[in-house]
């Protein structure tokens, strides 16, 4: 619970007042989705169609009427199925204290309770990997793909593709560079931004629309299922490219925390599915009054005169759009630091306002190397396309078996209840996967590699710590220390002296190592455990517990949530109001520094310790990962055999 508010002899506010403040904030929330939250699936566009609608074209020659109304129909039902249906009916219903994201919806599974714990932990590591995988794909596709508008400019066609790529790379890169500013002071631009690309988009769209009115005939699914029946053998290739439709899905649950579930949803429904659908319908229009449109139908939508506007438009958005990815990275980090599945990390906080907006530098550099490579690498939108959709299609079934296991637990449901509700969704990303698996050997396999290594640093970070800490662990309890000390007290020094242990009940390394060498100990003795919740933030008044364990010595217990920035000097200055009294700046925290000795010579497994070893070695420290002040660290030595 909150701190108690003070009750102040105020007349209350009129309710017509209260309910226009309360819809000046919910409109506030939904201007910002449209810009953090729709700024991947907004800008799929410039791209989705033109890569689905190609295949089509290069294997029937001339283009029907019933494949064009096919593919916008797969594309339409698309979005209904797996947005509005998946996302915005049921998984956004699977909050964890209003955070959404896989490894929130992980951490609340686990909180829940019961058998096949460590499969829910493997499917969340994969979710997250995959998670990174699209973090670095997606900039890379979306700048590209807006900077290319420019080759279908009159006057510029076929001069400016050799520049495109590096127009693209310099934007990218430019916005990594910024990312150490934070998006405070850009941000509030995003949403009316990406509220004018909306409405622009839907414009253009009706205006083709109107001069083919039969590609309504779209809205019907039927059309989508009876051109992959006609065509099995370019079906999994047409699917794969729909698929790019819905590619940032998974950011309006990941975002869910930060513009909360109703803004997100009333945003889809009544400004970005509506205007989504008004443009793939034109696009679909255009290219059945003029098949010569097929090589970049969305800026062909524009008059000549609009077509550069559109393009810096189509920029900022992308921009925008990838933005909002590599925010969505840092906090993805963030809670995968907390949790424990990667080692300590860098996390700044760029807003005093605004919890949750942090900068990772490591992540941030590692993302913008991986962008420049694709941009380097592949040169165009088109060719990225074939390396884009398997790591989102994987991120969306890992959430489906997710929100199997949510129900099961959470709703106190059957398991048969459980699958059969997720079934249909399941079957459909199925599907998907099985048709983005054909691009494996087309570039599908970067984001494959990138997802495989994020699972390997996790899996090898979380085996290495398990088996530190049993090489560390101790047959000396505290409860027979205690006595030892009580019956024989060494010298007392004044002041006080914390102790970090990851078990309370063990008696820390660093205070045997100060006993034995120094043969002294601190008048006042606090044993400091830290704890991550399995919640996104934890109250001031429940972080903190604090236990006498003998005269002199205490054992004190800090939470907090995942969501959250540890900061153990704010943390024990709020104990004081359970009676602790001591002076931060003459308390001295000691830590155990480990040197890290792996037994194994050979193998996998020897492998896997050396890197490691080269996690901790380059992970943050833990005084600055828990903002203890530096000039009261002693730390202690020791080797450690693993």
């Known amino acids: 619970m909150d701190a108690p508010i003070p009750v102040v002899d105020v007349q209350p506010a009129p309710a017509a007042a209260q309910a226009k403040t309360g ?39 001339q283009l029907a009427q019933g494949q064009v109304v096919g593919v916008v129909s797969l594309m339409l039902w698309t979005l209904m199925v797996i947005v509005t249906l998946k996302y915005m009916t049921i998984l956004m219903r699977f909050d964890n204290r209003g955070e959404g994201g896989t490894l929130s919806l992980m951490a609340l599974v686990q909180k829940a309770g019961g058998r096949a714990a460590g499969l829910i932990l493997i499917i969340g590591m994969i979710g997250a990997g995959m998670f990174f995988g699209d973090a670095i794909l997606t900039p890379a596709v979306s700048v590209l793909s807006a900077v290319e508008g420019l080759e279908v400019i009159h006057g510029l066609s076929g001069r400016i593709d050799h520049v495109v790529p590096l127009i693209a790379l310099v934007l990218l890169v430019g916005l990594f560079v910024v990312q150490k500013r934070g998006s405070g002071g850009v941000g509030r631009w995003f949403g009316p931004i990406c509220v004018v690309w909306f409405v622009t988009i839907a414009v253009l769209g009706a205006a083709a629309l109107v001069r083919e009115p039969q ?142 907006q942090i900068y ?87 984001p494959l590699l990138i997802a495989a290594a994020t699972i390997l640093l996790m899996w090898t970070w979380m085996r290495g710590v398990g088996r530190v800490m049993a090489a560390e662990q101790s047959d000396l309890k505290m409860a027979d220390v205690l006595p030892m000390l009580t019956s024989r007290p060494p010298l007392r020094a004044r002041g006080a002296a914390v102790f970090l242990t990851a078990d309370p009940d063990q008696a820390p390394a660093a205070l045997m190592h100060n006993l034995k060498h120094n043969q002294v100990l601190h008048e006042q003795v606090i044993l400091l455990t830290v704890k991550v919740a399995s919640r996104p933030r934890v109250p001031d008044a429940e972080r903190v517990e604090v236990h006498d364990l003998a005269p002199g010595f205490k054992a004190m217990t800090l939470s907090f949530g995942f969501m959250e920035t540890p900061n153990v000097a704010k943390g024990m200055t709020l104990a004081r109001a359970q009676g602790l009294k001591f002076d931060i700046m003459r308390t001295s925290f000691f830590l155990s520094r480990r040197t890290l000795l792996p037994r194994r010579s050979a193998g996998l497994g020897h492998l896997m310790d050396l890197l490691f070893v080269f996690l901790t070695r380059n992970a943050v420290r833990t005084p600055d990962f828990f903002q203890i002040p530096p000039s009261r660290v002693v730390e202690l030595g020791a080797q450690v055999a693993f």
């Open 360 to 446: 990772a530098p490591q992540i941030n550099w590692i993302l913008m190397i991986g962008v420049a490579a694709l941009v380097i690498g592949f040169r165009s939108s088109d060719a990225l396309a074939n390396a884009y959709g398997v790591s989102v299609v994987g991120a969306m079934i890992t959430s489906s078996i997710l929100a199997v296991a949510a129900i099961r637990r959470l709703k106190h449901r059957p398991i048969w209840q459980a699958v059969l509700a997720f079934s249909p969704f399941l079957l459909v990303e199925t599907a998907f996967l099985a048709a983005n698996l054909a691009k494996i050997v087309h570039g599908g396999y970067v």
């Open 215 to 356: 590609i309504l005939l779209a809205l019907n699914p039927l059309p989508g299922v009876t051109l992959l029946a006609e065509h099995p053998k370019i079906a999994p290739a047409i699917l794969g490219s729909v698929f790019l439709t819905v590619t940032g899905a998974e950011a309006l649950y990941a975002d869910m925390g930060h513009f909360g579930r109703k803004p997100i949803q009333w945003t889809w429904l009544a400004l970005v599915f509506p205007c989504l659908i008004l443009n793939y319908l034109g696009q679909g229009a255009l290219v059945l009054g003029d098949a010569g449109a097929v090589d970049n139908p969305f800026f062909r939508l524009a008059p000549d005169w609009f077509q550069l506007p559109l393009v810096g438009l189509a920029t900022a958005a992308t921009v925008i759009a990838s933005q909002a990815v590599i925010s969505g990275a840092f906090s993805m980090t963030q809670q995968a630091v907390q949790l424990g599945l990667l080692p300590r990390l860098t996390l700044r906080p760029t807003s005093e306002a605004h919890v949750g």
């Open 23 to 61: 819809s000046r904030a919910f409109l506030g929330l939904a201007l910002g989705s449209a810009g953090v939250v729709y700024g991947d699936i907004g800008t799929s566009p410039l791209y989705a169609f033109k890569e689905s609608i190609s295949h089509v074209a290069r294997h029937g020659g």
